[in-house]
C-alpha cells in the first residue's frame, strides 16, 4: 500500500516523462513519417488520459486533505485547482491533437509549460505543508482511496464540470465508464 506521496509522485514522474518526450521528439511537418506522427498522437493521448485520471482524483481526495488539515491550505487549494482547470482547457483542446498542426503544437507546448509550472507548486509549496500535518495512517489511507479512484476516473478532461469533491465521487464512477467506452469507440486507445 503506497501512501500519498508515493501515489502522487509516480504520476508526476510519469506524466513529466510524457512532456519530455513530447518535447524532445523531433519537429513535427508534413515530412515525418507516419509512424512517427502516429506515435506522438498516441503519446498526446496517453497525455491526455493519465492527466485526466491525475487531476479527477486530486480534486476528489487531495485537495479537501488540504483544505482539512494544511494552515492556509485553502488558499493553496485554490490555486491548484485553478491552475488545473486551465490544464483541462487545453487538454480538451488536444483531444482532436493533430501532429504537426501548429494551433496544435502551440497548446500542446503551452500545455506543457503551465502543467510543470503546476507540479512544481505542488511538489515544493504543498507537499511540505501537508507532510508536516499529515498522520502516516492517514496518508496511507489518502493514497489507497485515490489508487482505487484512480481505476475508474475519467479519461478525458471535462472542464466544465465544477471541482465539487461530492459531485466528482458521485459522477466519476459514471464519467469515467462513459470516457472508456468513447475512447473505444473512437479508437482514442489501441
Partial sequence: MANVFAILERDHDMVKRLMTELESGPPMSGRAGDAHMSARKQQVDRLITEESKHEAVEEEYFWPVVRELVPGGDAMADHAIAQEQRGKYALDELI?????????????????????????????????????????????ELGSKMERAKKIAPT???????????????????????????????????
Fill in 96 to 140: 482532436g491533437y493533430q501532429p504537426g498542426e501548429p494551433r496544435c503544437e502551440d497548446t500542446l507546448m503551452g500545455f506543457i509549460s503551465e502543467a510543470r509550472e503546476h507540479i512544481a507548486y505542488e511538489e515544493e509549496h504543498v507537499w511540505p505543508e501537508l507532510r508536516l500535518v499529515i498522520s502516516p495512517e492517514r496518508a496511507d
Fill in 156 to 190: 478525458r478532461p471535462h472542464p466544465r464540470t465544477p471541482p465539487r469533491p461530492g459531485l466528482l465521487k458521485a459522477a466519476s464512477p459514471l464519467v469515467g465508464t462513459a470516457d472508456r467506452i468513447r475512447d473505444l469507440v473512437t479508437g482514442r486507445h489501441h
